[in-house]
């Protein structure tokens, strides 16, 4: 986490519906957890494990359990509950309170707050919330493009033709999502979004031309704010003494914080249209995610013909055949 | 031009890593290299020529190579055809 989230920052979602009923003093408390916890079990006694650092939900069952204990055993209860050090107490679903729990609140300055979301609702929001708010965030020199639907970083040297390309991919229908930075940031497991950090117009510096208005120029259409990002290309200057991936068996992701994204090295040469490449980078990852694996599937073939007993006469009656009715 | 039939030794013939490595190896040469079997004739610099082979184990190929270093790339190709290695797959 970058910096401390406190449970006033929570307040301030107003997608979670979230109002303060009581222990106001404890706003600056820290959320140190995406997760957050039924207490249940906590309020019948059982306090091994008792994960007291994540945020508490109160939900119709652990609200309508207190409300059934008898007044001494509830107030035993509850005082133990508040001796933990916890971040904050949310009610959901609009419930009613019980008066102790505001009281304890109050008296031990732990914020109790209250949704008007159900519980499942509200934990599946918090969740998402933390967990975009929690999600190690990087910046990164690139152009973010989103080609066919999926999300592609293009990263490389000043100079190599990032802009140039992403250009040449807005003008054949693509949406540029950011141009020179991108901002990074893992979201959920196996996630990684990347944003536009500028908030002012979609720009683009093109050498030769100068700045470039993109939706002047290319439409709304042409342009949006962020993007999980699915491939990262890189493009580098042909180097003749590097060997580059020639079967596409094997590949090494790119890393970012744990998560693994897909990654291609493009040489940059004369003759190689690197938005063609891009785009067909693309759309073979695309192919991929619907299982088509076209090394995979022609070195099985290849693997298959290599054992056939019966090979020579077959290659030979095959181009024997084409010869004799090719008509093209 | 120098010319040389050589067994495929390799455990997994000429597949696509193989075939792969071969034509990034000769790739390498100024030399025009050309591996032949039968009728087929494959251009080792590139990789679909030579799986369009489908050499196996035990299967007699030619090298042909032509050029300024077609002695030291045929001393390779041939080291490269004929060492019995398996080519080690590294998973996505």
């Not at chain 1, 109160?58 to 309508?64: A, K, L, R, V």
């Not at chain 2, 455990?11 to 079997?37: C, K």
């Amino acid at each position: 986490m970058s910096d401390v989230f406190t449970i006033a920052k929570l307040l301030q979602y107003l997608e979670l519906k979230l109002e303060a009923l009581a222990g106001k003093e404890g706003l600056g408390r820290r959320v140190c957890s995406v997760q957050s916890n039924r207490p249940g079990l906590a309020l019948c006694g059982y306090f091994d494990h008792f994960g007291h650092d994540r945020i508490q939900i109160f939900g119709n069952g652990e609200i309508s359990y207190l409300q059934q204990s008898d007044t001494s055993e509830r107030h035993v209860i509850l005082t133990r509950f508040f001796s933990y050090e916890i971040p904050c107490l949310i009610i959901t679903g609009g419930l009613t309170a019980p008066s102790e729990m505001i009281d304890l609140s109050n008296e031990r300055q732990i914020p109790f707050l209250q949704t008007k979301h159900d519980s499942s609702t509200f934990t599946t929001l918090l969740l998402h919330f933390l967990e975009n708010e929690f999600g190690p965030t990087e910046f990164v020199h690139g152009n973010l493009v989103d080609v066919y639907g999926l999300g592609v970083l293009i990263l490389g040297q000043s100079g190599i033709g990032k802009s140039e390309a992403s250009l040449e991919l807005l003008r054949k229908g693509h949406r540029l999502i950011a141009d020179d930075t991108v901002l990074l940031k893992r979201v959920s497991e196996h996630r990684v979004f990347g944003i536009r950090p500028n908030p002012l117009k979609h720009y683009m510096e093109i050498r030769g031309l100068g700045v470039i208005d993109v939706v002047a120029l290319f439409g709304t259409t042409a342009v949006g704010n962020r993007k999980q990002v699915e491939l990262v290309v890189t493009l580098e200057q042909w180097d003749r003494a590097r060997s580059y991936d020639r079967t596409g068996l094997e590949s090494k992701p790119y890393q970012f914080h744990q998560e693994s994204i897909s990654h291609v090295v493009l040489p940059v040469a004369p003759g190689r249209n690197i938005s063609s490449l891009i785009e067909t980078a693309a759309a073979n990852l695309w192919s991929k995610k619907l299982g088509i694996n076209a090394p995979e599937d022609l070195n099985r073939a290849l693997t298959d013909m290599m054992n056939d007993e019966h090979k020579k006469d077959r290659v030979e009656a095959w181009q024997h055949q084409t010869f004799l009715f090719s008509t093209a | 031009m120098v010319e040389k039939t050589v067994t495929v030794q390799n455990v997994s013939g000429l597949d696509m890593q193989t075939a792969a490595m071969i034509a990034e190896n000769s790739g390498r040469f100024q030399a025009d290299i050309y591996l032949q079997q039968g009728s087929m004739r494959a251009n080792a610099k590139s990789v679909m020529g030579v799986m369009m082979l489908a050499a196996r184990r035990g299967s007699e190929l030619t090298i042909i190579a032509n050029g300024e270093d077609e002695e030291i790339a045929m001393v390779r190709m041939e080291s490269l055809l004929t060492e019995a290695f398996e080519v080690e797959v590294t998973s996505p």
